[in-house]
């Protein structure tokens, strides 16, 4: 488990051919962009790069960096146990030219206020093989719940402290402070050897936080360990490492974790750290190690949850779809009405699908999913998912359209396009209260406990629904009785099975029992 701040980093690739006219600066004229989660959430990235089962505990805000950050993170394999955030994803936009860095630009704003955790979460801290606190001083390392259940666990702790952030709570087996942190936590003394500052440092915070073990991080001379009452253990690297350090404390800081879950003594833990930091900063840091979908300037989307984008202001803002219903379309439009929702304390219902061909058996279960809460939002699948679940002679309508049709709705309040399989990334993002699914209890699709979303609503509180089905609607026979061709297979990020066409049905009314979205 890794409980922090999560950030959404950016690196921005360009080439340097002049200087502004105004200002002796340089002008980058970009040619590429890369985005990954930072901070807690980079940490994450790495322990599941290494083939762990990761649960990350993390804030995520109601907006585009949010959702990029939760499809990020669900295509890395980790699974998000989100708290909600009040105010803005904190960005760390790394500007570059012939792989140096020119300027880091931070946006965010002042760190806004994490929600309070799940009873889910809080199980799921008890049942962790091992802990990493990879604090980034933005708040969820201080919420009360949290560090109380920190405290209570017999897994080993790992706390990667942060200046601005809390001390790590009392018991944790390791602490990994980086040089500059332990000189800001701990005032070295004039004239101090740096080995000396970093000993006295370790020892000062080891006591101060009855903590097991502080490994002070020393960059590309490896770390300095320190036990209680021992002399401190220099783990230097194999050889040295020049290179890309973006990433280097986390990367050490999760390979020490993964160690000590698997039974590691500390020492043991940091010497394999120290080993596993060294090869990713000269393996070429992050851009080598993790390299994410690139998004190129031509203006092409990104991958994950998304709406239609523009450029504005150097990034990728969400805009809604030109015309019929176009206001309620995408991230930008369901971040505003999640804002409204949950600032009057209302309740707020999701349902998703592919909506293929809009029929009366969508129509009554939105309606009545409607009925469960103060808003609706869709999450429709995009166009890539909806063939990759049903062949490539889907969907029958482009994304644009199916979007516009169920804005139109005045059941739906908003729609959000995803395009991966399953919703489960856009849930960690918009944490509904209700997930609504249509269903038939005679069949046995009444039994929440078997839905694939049910486990993942759990994570923040929420709660599966079963809806009935409107009998006799299917869009696969819609599409085989037009001439379409057969379509088979599992419907939608619903999880509801396809029904085989039949040739040659009389009647749509004679049809039992299920409908496809």
């Known amino acids: 488990m890794v409980v922090g701040d999560t950030l959404l980093d950016r690196d921005v690739e360009g080439a340097v051919n002049r200087l502004c006219p105004d200002s002796p600066v340089p002008v980058l004229d970009e040619t590429?962009?890369?985005?990954?989660?930072?901070?807690?959430?980079?940490?994450?990235?790495?322990?599941?790069?290494?083939g762990a089962e990761v649960v990350l505990v993390t804030a995520l805000a109601d907006d585009a960096g949010g959702a990029r950050l939760s499809a990020l993170l669900a295509a890395a394999g980790v699974q998000v146990y989100p708290l909600a955030l009040s105010g803005a994803t904190p960005e760390k936009i790394r500007l570059r030219a012939r792989g140096r860095v020119l300027l880091r630009h931070d946006r965010g704003g002042a760190p806004g206020e994490p929600g309070q955790p799940s009873d889910e979460v809080l199980r799921v801290i008890g049942a962790a093989s091992a802990v990493l606190v990879s604090d980034y001083g933005r708040g969820v390392a201080r919420q009360p719940a949290l560090r109380a259940a920190l405290a209570a666990t017999r897994a080993p702790v790992v706390w990667d402290p942060h200046p601005r952030g809390p001390a790590a709570v009392p018991g944790v087996h390791l602490a990994t402070p980086n040089e500059s942190e332990v000189r800001e936590l701990v005032p070295a003394l004039p004239g101090a050897s740096r080995l000396a500052t970093a000993s006295r440092g370790a020892q000062g915070l080891r006591r101060r936080w009855r903590a097991g073990a502080v490994a002070v991080t020393l960059g590309g001379d490896g770390a300095l360990l320190c036990h209680a009452g021992s002399t401190p253990l220099v783990v230097p690297t194999a050889g040295s490492a020049e290179g890309d350090t973006c990433g280097a404390g986390d990367r050490f800081a999760a390979a020490a974790s993964l160690a000590l879950a698997q039974g590691a003594l500390v020492s043991e833990a940091v010497q394999a750290a120290v080993a596993e930091a060294s090869a990713y900063v000269a393996g070429g840091g992050v851009a080598a190690v993790l390299p994410p979908p690139v998004r190129p300037v031509s203006g092409r989307s990104e991958p994950g949850l998304r709406a239609p984008q523009s450029r504005m202001n150097g990034g990728w803002v969400p805009t809604g779809v030109v015309g019929l219903g176009g206001d309620r379309v995408g991230v930008a439009a369901v971040a505003a009405l999640l804002a409204?929702?949950?600032?009057?304390?209302?309740?707020?219902?999701?349902?998703?699908?592919?909506?293929d061909l809009l029929h009366a058996g969508h129509v009554a279960t939105l309606q009545t999913a409607r009925q469960l809460g103060d808003c609706l939002i869709v999450c429709l699948n995009s166009d890539a998912s909806v063939a990759g679940l049903k062949g490539p002679d889907r969907p029958v309508m482009s994304e644009g359209d199916r979007g516009r049709l169920l804005a139109a709705l005045s059941c739906?309040?908003?729609?959000?396009?995803?395009?991966?399989?399953?919703?489960?990334?856009?849930?960690?993002?918009?944490?509904?209260?209700?997930?609504?699914?249509?269903?038939?209890?005679?069949?046995?699709?009444?039994?929440?406990?078997?839905l694939p979303e049910a486990e993942v609503l759990r994570r923040w509180g929420g709660h599966t629904v079963v809806v009935p089905y409107l009998d006799g609607r299917s869009t696969t026979d819609m599409i085989a009785r037009s001439g379409g061709g057969h379509a088979t297979g599992a419907c939608c990020a619903t999880g509801h099975p396809a029904e085989p066409a039949r040739a040659a049905a009389p009647s749509p009314v004679t049809r039992g029992g299920e409908w496809t979205r």
């Open 412 to 450: 739906v309040d908003a729609v959000m396009i995803f395009d991966e399989p399953t919703p489960h990334a856009a849930l960690s993002w918009l944490r509904p209260d209700i997930w609504v699914k249509g269903g038939d209890y005679a069949t046995g699709g009444g039994d929440a406990g078997t």
């Open 32 to 50: 590429a962009a890369t985005d990954r989660p930072g901070g807690a959430g980079l940490a994450a990235v790495f322990a599941a790069a290494q």
């Open 340 to 355: 409204d929702v949950r600032a009057a304390g209302g309740t707020v219902v999701a349902t998703g699908g592919c909506f």
